[in-house]
């Protein structure tokens, strides 16, 4: 091992000495997603330090651009799995509000839980149900409720 010169740590300790790092304390994957297309990585920490300790010129390139292709897969990765996720953005939010505006169709934004806000309008007549994916619509009051509309495998 190798000396540090007594170098500060930041739980402001002194390292005398540098010490291999402990993949077991690693940061793991928490969710399927997390995974799914990645690729594997090719080689550990301790390796990729060891070629470059002992790896020629050319090793060196070879591994940087190893490393800049698997990044930039990983940004395409990214990119698309964003694209395909179910999230609403706000711009989408605005566009839906300038569509309906534009149709003139008129809508409500409810300050909270919107289902609470669709069974006080189904309950006083103003619409004439509410579509929605969970129950808490029964729980509000509603009277009649529509779910499984965006579930092709299910029937309304």
Not at 8 to 16: F, I, S, T, V
Not at 21 to 41: C, H, M, N, Y
Not at 92 to 117: K, S
Request: contains cysteine; negative net charge.
């Amino acid at each position: 091992t190798e000396t540090t010169g007594g170098c500060p740590l930041p739980d402001g300790g002194e390292a005398d000495e540098i010490r291999p790092i402990d993949e077991s304390r690693s940061p793991k994957f928490s969710s399927p997603f997390d995974t799914v297309g990645l690729t594997e990585a090719t080689l550990s920490a301790s390796e990729w330090v060891d070629l470059a300790d002992d790896g020629s010129e050319e090793q060196i390139k070879a591994m940087r651009l190893r490393v800049t292709q698997e990044g930039e897969a990983l940004q395409r990765e990214v990119r698309a799995r964003r694209a395909a996720s179910h999230l609403v953005s706000d711009e989408m939010y605005a566009e839906t509000r300038d569509m309906l505006r534009l149709f003139g169709i008129p809508y409500i934004e409810a300050p909270y839980e919107a289902e609470a806000q669709c069974a006080w309008l189904n309950e006083v007549g103003l619409v004439d149900g509410v579509v929605t994916e969970d129950s808490d619509a029964f729980l509000f009051g509603a009277l009649n409720v529509y779910r499984n509309m965006f579930n092709k495998n299910k029937y309304v």
